[in-house]
């Protein structure tokens, strides 16, 4: 099986930036892609960016471009959100999302993480 775990969420003023990191662990053949949604209280998820692991190559919701960058260590199995100039509408539970295959002989599935909070106020 795969984990995703998350961490690096916590209180922030407005202004200031905050990386978080999603790690994978478990039985990982292939990593597809890995990416990061968020939902705030009351709204729907919606997609905030992602990576491919082969390349790197980097997608971007609207939320996201200018002030964040996505980013992957392959050694470690873990992406990274650095967020800066927050702004108190960034206040979510952000998640990780990982298209992984964890074995030769399977395709690969959908996998999420538990979220970490991340809260924008002065």
């Known amino acids: 099986q795969v984990q995703l775990v998350e961490s690096g969420g916590g209180l922030v003023q407005p202004g200031e930036s905050l990386r978080v990191s999603c790690a994978a662990s478990?039985?990982?053949?292939?990593?597809?892609?890995m990416g990061w949604y968020r939902q705030a209280p009351g709204r729907e998820r919606e997609f905030v960016a992602s990576?491919?692991?082969?390349?790197?190559?980097?997608y971007y919701g609207d939320v996201a471009k200018g002030r964040f960058t996505v980013s992957r260590d392959n050694a470690k199995n873990t992406m990274y959100l650095q967020m800066n100039t927050l702004k108190p509408e960034d206040t979510a539970v952000y998640y990780c999302?990982?298209?992984?295959?964890?074995?030769?002989?399977?395709?690969?599935?959908?996998?999420w993480g538990q979220g970490t909070q991340v809260v924008v106020s002065s």
């Open positions: 999302n990982a298209n992984i295959a964890s074995h030769i002989a399977s395709g690969p599935r959908d996998y």
């Open positions: 990576t491919t692991w082969s390349d790197g190559s980097t």
């Open positions: 478990g039985s990982i053949f292939d990593i597809v892609f």
